[in-house]
């Protein structure tokens, strides 16, 4: 039974270049999370999507990110024209239902040249 | 929105010592108390979570209490392990519908043999 998994580990982008993150949740599960993670810092909210919707998007900056999860396919964390603030390591959750544990993915961690 | 506060930063202690972190939260409508282990380089890992219909939660040598009073709950660690050693997270989350977890900056336990 896989568990959530998330492709690229490691990103390198150069400023001003786009960063596609990609998310697979566990089987069975149809709720996906972002959260961001900062150096010495804890987890950080970005988006919640259920197949083909944006519940809650409040912890997404407003411009450059977008988030999408389609019918078919994994979860795409977006961010164009990237900086070096958004150095950093995404975390993708999973869970059965809105109100269920959520299990995370290894982490994508970007930098930011 | 949810504030949650973490301490101690760090904490160290011998092999066969209890650990305990403790945690507070702002929302009064906070009812899901999980506790995440983050070791180098890997995603969260759910050790253990409470819900707020009951005080306290054991799992082996892991147990958490929750003081919904007082808004704070804990994580205690028995017969501590080297292995034991990670980024340990709290979170809260209000879980009316859906949870949206807000995190505490972490503590980094380190169990020295």
């Known amino acids: 039974n896989a568990g959530v998994m998330q492709n690229p580990r490691h990103l390198v982008r150069r400023r001003g270049q786009e960063a596609r993150l990609r998310c697979s949740p566990m089987?069975?599960?149809?709720?996906v999370y972002w959260y961001r993670q900062l150096p010495e810092e804890g987890l950080k909210f970005m988006v919640y999507?259920?197949?083909?919707?944006?519940?809650?998007e409040s912890g997404m900056p407003k411009e450059r990110f977008s988030a999408e999860f389609p019918k078919e396919g994994p979860s795409i964390l977006r961010i164009q024209q990237v900086v070096r603030g958004d150095s950093a390591a995404y975390f993708c959750?999973?869970?059965?239902?809105?109100?269920?544990?959520?299990?995370f993915g290894p982490g994508t961690r970007l930098t930011v040249l | 929105g949810e504030n949650v506060e973490q301490h101690p930063s760090t904490l160290s202690v011998q092999e066969g010592d209890s650990a305990v972190i403790k945690c507070t939260y702002s929302?009064?409508?906070?009812?899901?108390f999980p506790w995440y282990k983050q070791e180098l380089g890997k995603g969260p890992q759910l050790i253990i979570d409470?819900?707020?219909?009951?005080g306290e939660k054991k799992d082996q040598r892991i147990a958490v209490t929750l003081n919904k009073t007082a808004k704070h709950f804990s994580l205690h660690i028995t017969e501590t392990q080297p292995e034991d050693s990670a980024v340990y997270f709290c979170?809260?989350?209000?879980?009316?519908?859906?949870?949206?977890?807000?995190f505490g900056k972490g503590t980094m336990l380190l169990v020295s043999p």
């Open positions: 089987k069975g599960h149809s709720h």
């Open positions: 999507l259920q197949k083909e919707n944006i519940i809650d």
């Open positions: 929302d009064s409508a906070s009812n899901y």
């Open positions: 959750a999973s869970s059965r239902g809105g109100a269920d544990t959520q299990y």
């Open positions: 979170a809260a989350s209000s879980n009316s519908g859906y949870s949206t977890l807000t």
């Open positions: 409470i819900r707020s219909n009951v």
